[in-house]
Nanobody, 127 residues
Framework: QVQLVESGGGLVQPGGSLRLSCAAS????????MGWFRQAPGKEREFVASIRWSGDSTYYEDSVKGRFTVSRDNAKSTVYLQMNSLKPEDTAVYYC????????????????????WGQGTQVTVSS
């Protein structure tokens, strides 16, 4: 019933930009904090960014601070990740995830804190 569908991935050169979208359905979107995670080949899934249910606070992994921006449009049940100044080390499958707001005041960085996950979208940064 619940679906999170990522889009916007692709191949970009270092220094380029991509905007990822995650459209949610089957849930009351404003009841959930939303997070972005990524997983590179041979690596564990890692936290990238998150945003509180209302959009009033955002959180970022240190390596993406100043380059990535997470935002949401609750009226459209969509969360976004604007990625600028992309680096080869940003190459990964990017996933969005939903964390029920009633359990925690902040979204959290652990994969276990998120109830629902999308299928992911590939981001490749290469010249």
């Amino acid at each position: 019933q619940v679906q999170l569908v990522e889009s916007g991935g692709g191949l970009v050169q270092p220094g380029g930009s991509l905007r990822l979208s995650c459209a949610a359905s089957g849930l009351t979107f404003s009841m959930y904090h939303m997070g972005w995670f990524r997983q590179a080949p041979g690596k564990e899934r890692e936290f990238v960014a998150s945003i509180r249910w209302s959009g009033d606070s955002t959180y970022y992994e240190d390596s993406v601070k100043g380059r990535f921006t997470v935002s949401r449009d609750n009226a459209k049940s969509t969360v976004y990740l604007q990625m600028n100044s992309l680096k080869p080390e940003d190459t990964a499958v990017y996933y969005c995830a939903a964390n029920l707001r009633g359990r925690t005041a902040v979204p959290g960085q652990g994969t276990g804190e998120y109830r629902y996950w999308g299928q992911g979208t590939q981001v490749t940064v290469s010249s």
